[in-house]
């Protein structure tokens, strides 16, 4: 069993930058792969960021591509999320997910955490 929480979420103005933090519980994360979703209000969640166990691969959605960045750290138990350069359109839910493999992650996570809200608005 693994339980999730996320950190680090707030408002910023756009142009600005947070960083989020996924504290996980039980050893079996660092053999997971993780990644972050965000629900935007009125729409329905999406995967934003996924990383595999290793680090060694990565996924990012086309809207945050080369503003957001995915890490790790396994020794700590933690999943991290810096987002840079935000826009209005960036608001939403962001949770933290994990799951035995990579499919599990692009399609239905086994863990997930209860969201922390982001606020990008002028």
């Known amino acids: 069993q693994v339980q999730l929480v996320e950190s680090g979420g707030g408002s910023v103005q756009p142009g600005g930058s947070l960083r989020l933090s996924c504290a996980a519980s039980?050893?079996?994360?660092?053999?997971?792969?993780a990644g972050w979703f965000r629900q935007p209000p009125g729409k329905e969640r999406e995967l934003i960021a996924a990383?595999?166990?290793?680090?060694?691969?990565?996924y990012y959605a086309v809207d945050v591509n080369g503003r957001f960045f995915i890490s790790r750290d396994n020794g700590k138990n933690e999943l991290y999320l810096q987002m840079n350069n935000l826009k209005p359109e960036d608001t939403a839910v962001y949770y933290c997910?994990?799951?035995?493999?990579?499919?599990?992650?692009?399609?239905?996570?086994?863990?997930w955490g209860r969201g922390t809200q982001v606020t990008v608005s002028s």
């Open positions: 997910a994990a799951g035995a493999a990579w499919s599990a992650i692009t399609t239905n996570p086994n863990y």
């Open positions: 039980g050893s079996a994360f660092s053999s997971y792969a």
């Open positions: 990383i595999n166990w290793s680090s060694r691969d990565t």
